[in-house]
C-alpha cells in the first residue's frame, strides 16, 4: 500500500498501480532499460495491473515472469475497456499511469493519474486527464515509491 495525505489534492491510499504498455513502460514494443527491477520494486507496495492494447505482440513475453497482471485488450473501445478496469479496482485505490489517447479515460478516472512524456510522445487529452506529468515509467515509480514527492507537486 502506498498512502499519502496531500494538502489540497486528497488522501492516496492506493493498493494498485495499473500501467499501459507501449509508450510508457516500452517503447515499440520492447521494455524499456531498467523497467524490470523498477517493476518488481513497485510491485512489493502494489498490485501491478498492465493492460495494453499490445500494439507490437510482445506484452507477454517481455512482461514474463515479472510480478504484474498483463491483460491484453481487444483493439477497439480499449479507453473504455480500460477506464472499467480501474473502477472495478476500485478508484480510490488506483494509481493509473499511460502516455496514449486510449489512457485518458483511467487517468481520469484514477485516485492519481499519472501522464508519461516518453519517446513515443503524448496524447494531449491525456495530458490534460493527468493529475501529474512525468518524464518516463521510472519518474512515475519514483514519486509512487517516494510519495512525499507528490506533495511538492500537488498540494495547493
Known amino acids: 500500500?502506498?498512502?499519502?495525505?496531500?494538502?489540497?489534492?486528497?488522501?492516496?491510499r492506493l493498493a494498485?498501480?495499473?500501467?499501459?504498455?507501449?509508450?510508457?513502460?516500452?517503447?515499440?514494443?520492447?521494455?524499456?532499460?531498467?523497467?524490470?527491477?523498477?517493476?518488481?520494486?513497485?510491485?512489493?507496495?502494489?498490485?501491478?495491473?498492465?493492460?495494453?492494447?499490445d500494439t507490437f505482440g510482445t506484452a507477454r513475453e517481455q512482461l514474463d515472469e515479472l510480478p504484474c497482471h498483463v491483460m491484453i485488450l481487444?483493439?477497439?473501445?480499449q479507453d473504455l475497456a480500460k477506464?472499467?478496469?480501474?473502477?472495478?479496482?476500485g478508484v480510490e485505490q488506483?494509481?493509473?499511469?499511460?502516455?496514449?489517447?486510449?489512457?485518458?479515460?483511467?487517468?481520469?478516472?484514477?485516485?492519481?493519474?499519472i501522464a508519461v512524456l516518453g519517446r513515443e510522445g503524448t496524447a494531449s487529452a491525456t495530458l490534460l486527464s493527468a493529475d501529474l506529468v512525468v518524464r518516463s515509467a521510472s519518474a512515475a515509480f519514483d514519486v509512487l515509491l517516494h510519495p512525499r514527492r507528490l506533495i511538492a507537486s500537488l498540494r495547493r
Open 74 to 77: 481487444v483493439s477497439t473501445a
Open 1 to 12: 500500500m502506498i498512502e499519502v495525505d496531500i494538502p489540497g489534492f486528497r488522501q492516496l
Open 83 to 89: 477506464r472499467r478496469i480501474v473502477k472495478e479496482l
Open 94 to 113: 488506483v494509481a493509473a499511469i499511460g502516455n496514449g489517447r486510449n489512457d485518458c479515460l483511467m487517468l481520469e478516472a484514477a485516485a492519481l493519474g
Open 16 to 53: 494498485h498501480v495499473v500501467l499501459d504498455f507501449n509508450g510508457t513502460l516500452a517503447c515499440d514494443g520492447m521494455l524499456l532499460p531498467g523497467m524490470r527491477a523498477r517493476l518488481e520494486q513497485l510491485a512489493r507496495a502494489v498490485t501491478v495491473h498492465v493492460i495494453t492494447g
